[in-house]
């Protein structure tokens, strides 16, 4: 790599490392808000609900279609994230 591109990619790199730290802040925040929604379940067969899953997949697809971003990306992302946030709830579910 060039000296030129090195710089470049260096330049990048720094961008990409704040835009985690927002990222890390939103989902501390998303994490506050899944925390609000388990307390009001009652039962842990409440935490997956397969139509609104669906539902968030579908919508993302179409917002990313809009926005010109890949479907896939977009799709493998909120997957991992609605079942992080599943075996989330899962875990620190405190009803019957």
Known sequence: MS?????????????????????LSLI????????EVLKLKEFKKEIVDKKRINFILKKIKAKSLKKSIDPKITNRIWKNMIWSYIDYERRNFKKK
């Open 3 to 23: 000296p030129n591109n090195k710089k470049k990619l260096d330049l990048i790199r720094v961008k990409l490392d704040k835009l985690d730290n927002k990222l």
């Open 28 to 35: 501390k925040y998303r994490t506050k808000l899944v925390e």
